[in-house]
């Protein structure tokens, strides 16, 4: 059984950084395209970022483009968010999420198998 675990939410304030980790365990790590989604209240869940698994092609959501980065460390089974610069709006529970099959940029929420049970992020202005 495939399960994600994130780690690494937290409050800090507007300008700050986080690192966020999300630990896979129970499946192919290196087959998996990881995605990053965020959720604010009463707001859809957002696309955040992607990494595929064969040649680690990137996207990243327009809202964060230029202060977060995606990475994956394949033989920790682990993918990372680093989140800089950090603003009020990126407050919100973020989940990272995997998908098997096509190593392709995968947006679409609904294309992802497999959820973690999210972080906290809260942002102080």
């Known amino acids: 059984q495939v399960q994600l675990k994130e780690s690494g939410g937290g409050l800090v304030q507007a300008g700050g950084s986080l690192r966020l980790s999300c630990a896979v365990s129970g499946g192919t790590f290196n087959r998996f395209t990881m995605g990053w989604f965020r959720q604010a209240p009463r707001k859809e869940r957002e696309f955040v970022a992607v990494?595929?698994?064969?040649?680690?092609?990137?996207s990243y959501g327009d809202s964060v483009k230029g202060r977060f980065t995606i990475s994956r460390d394949d033989a920790k089974s682990t993918v990372y968010l680093q989140m800089n610069d950090l603003k009020p709006e990126d407050t919100a529970v973020y989940y990272c999420?995997?998908?098997?099959?096509?190593?392709?940029?995968?947006?679409?929420?609904?294309?992802?198998?497999?959820w973690g049970q999210g972080t906290q992020v809260t942002i102080s202005s």
């Open positions: 990494v595929t698994w064969s040649d680690s092609q990137i």
């Open positions: 999420a995997a998908h098997a099959g096509s190593s392709l940029i995968v947006i679409s929420r609904r294309s992802y198998n497999f």
